[in-house]
């Protein structure tokens, strides 16, 4: 627990509270990328809380969802969080897509609150739940929408996923993280791609193009030195690589 607080530079907390869960998923979004180094170096992606929270704390990595919340997750039960892991459905431009596809965390306070810090962009804090209400963050103004037994949550008017209420085991997302990891029209096999929160907006890689928000403006550049890439990996994103991946490479 202390050396997971360490890296996302937060003091161990007196409560386990709403204002701790602020500070812990902001600090985590900031400090933690989303990412797909795994993918592309062909490495294994063991769903299991122990090795997860070694990917990010030992390793100073990252990860996609399922790594991401299922680690934040164990720190938040370790903090004496009531934790339960859900299935989300990701909205595809037309539909909302196959169960299991993302992972979400719910913690339990005085109202029930959606956490996810891997979902790339998103909210910045804790979604209440059991709200209709708009809600807004420094990531755009959320909404809570009953569908049926599930919550569909929209950003900025826009569909984000569709949460199903029933808790689920790490395990279960195993056979989703695997297709995530190997099949052809993943979006994880298609390009390397790592992305965190910054005190004023996002900082983002796809491919070989470093992308750069603050406020509405964006900025692109591509990284073609070699040496180039890998001090923005190590100085934006706190990863340390000793070579561009092969993936990419030329």
Known sequence: MDAYLARIGVP?????????????QRAHLGTVPFENLSVKLGEEIVLRA???VAKIVDRRRGGFCYELNGAFAALLTDLGYEVTLHSCRVWTGRRFGVPLDHMAVRVQLDSPYL?????????????RLDSTDPQPDPGGVYEVIPQGPDLAIRGDGTWEY?????????????PLAWWHRTAPESNFTRKLTCSILTGTGRATISGR??????????????????????????????????????????
């Open 12 to 24: 161990r907390p007196a409560a386990a509270d709403l204002a701790t869960l602020r500070l812990l």
């Open 50 to 52: 122990a090795a997860l």
């Open 115 to 127: 956490v996810d810090v891997g979902f790339g962009r998103f909210a910045h804090y804790p979604l």
């Open 162 to 174: 569709l949460l199903d209420q029933r808790p689920y085991e790490l395990f279960d997302f195993t």
């Open 209 to 250: 193009t470093l992308i750069t928000t603050v406020g509405t403006e964006r900025i692109e550049r591509v990284l073609d030195d070699d040496s180039e890439f890998l001090a923005v990996y190590r100085d934006t994103f706190g990863i340390t690589l000793d070579a561009v991946p092969a993936a990419i490479a030329g």
